[in-house]
């Protein structure tokens, strides 16, 4: 019978590009989901192998949208617009859930209608199974989210593989911005926490693949969008926060792919990321910034 409900209660958007090696796995993750009254939007991001091959064997089981290869975002936000379901639950192609993930999401939610989006801790393995680190929920008790994702962009748990959202928040705050190739999901959880509660069911219940070919993109448009985000969404804090605080959040941008210019072996650039961090918070990150400097200067493994 068919998996993809009439009156679903989550729309679960999944993109796919290239992914005939991985895909069934992460699909059939989510028909092995204990929650029913779901439907599986996957969007065919003009893949070029066996992708297509492999998502008709589901035939109606799942739903596909096929388009020209328009990105990671442009996928999803198509998935977004074709969805019914109150809730929008993401999953990549590459990562997978464990059977209860999404009955718990929606226990949640439904419990908690302050809850506008939430996610689960994760645990991250490397493409031979191994285990990496486990991606822990962050400490809401002590802060505060929409802060927290300034100056720590990493911090929802699980990123968009964890994420499940209420989809009328979508029409408040957007989707996707198509434009930040890289940070295009740190951006949505802050627009997201600027209007509702977040909270993070602390059970690893999502597997993420960490391969270096997908920690390795181009890190000047990671760190162009990374900039655009935090500079266009300075106006969702608050009025006291859109001073120091801000500038440390944006000294911190630059000092974090300072990092990663200088592991690239971009000393020059790295070294003016440094600085212009330390210029705009000498106070919150020159310590930071001097250490950084200092090792830089010495040829020191960061």
């Not at 999901?185 to 391969?211: F, K, Q, T």
Request: aromatic letters at 8%; hydrophobic letters at 45%; charged letters at 25%.
């Amino acid at each position: 019978m068919p998996m993809t409900d009439n009156n679903p209660v989550v729309s679960i958007v999944m993109p796919a590009y290239n992914v005939a090696w991985c895909v069934a796995r992460a699909i059939d993750s989510v028909l092995a989901q204990s929650l029913r009254g779901f439907e599986l939007i996957v969007v065919n991001d003009g893949s070029t192998d066996d992708t297509r091959q492999v998502l008709q064997r589901y035939g109606d089981t799942i739903k596909v949208i096929e388009q020209d290869n328009a990105g990671m975002s442009a996928a999803r936000n198509a998935g977004i617009r074709a969805a019914r379901g109150e809730y929008v639950a993401f999953l990549d192609a590459d990562d997978w859930w464990l059977p209860n993930k999404l009955a718990r999401q929606v226990e949640l939610m439904q419990a908690r209608p302050e809850v506008g989006f939430c996610s689960t801790a994760a645990r991250v393995e490397n493409p031979q199974g191994e285990f990496v680190n486990d991606w822990h929920c962050p400490p809401l008790d002590t802060v505060n989210v929409l802060e927290t994702l300034f100056s720590e962009n990493a911090a929802i748990a699980g990123g968009c593989s964890a994420v499940m959202a209420r989809k009328a928040l979508f029409e408040q705050v957007g989707l996707f911005d198509e434009r930040l190739r890289g940070f295009e999901d740190p951006d949505l959880w802050i627009r997201l926490a600027a209007v509702s509660g977040y909270a993070c069911i602390a059970e690893p219940l999502v597997v993420i693949l960490r391969r270096e070919q997908s920690v390795s993109r181009n890190l000047a448009a990671m760190r162009e969008s990374a900039l655009q985000s935090i500079k266009k969404n300075r106006v969702l804090l608050s009025p006291e926060r859109q001073g120091s605080f801000w500038r440390s959040s944006l000294a911190g941008v630059y000092a974090d792919y300072a990092k990663g210019a200088y592991r690239a072996g971009q000393r020059s650039t790295a070294l003016a990321d440094v600085l212009r961090a330390f210029a705009l918070s000498p106070l919150g990150r020159g310590r930071l910034c001097l250490g950084l400097a200092r090792d830089m200067l010495l040829g020191r493994r960061l």
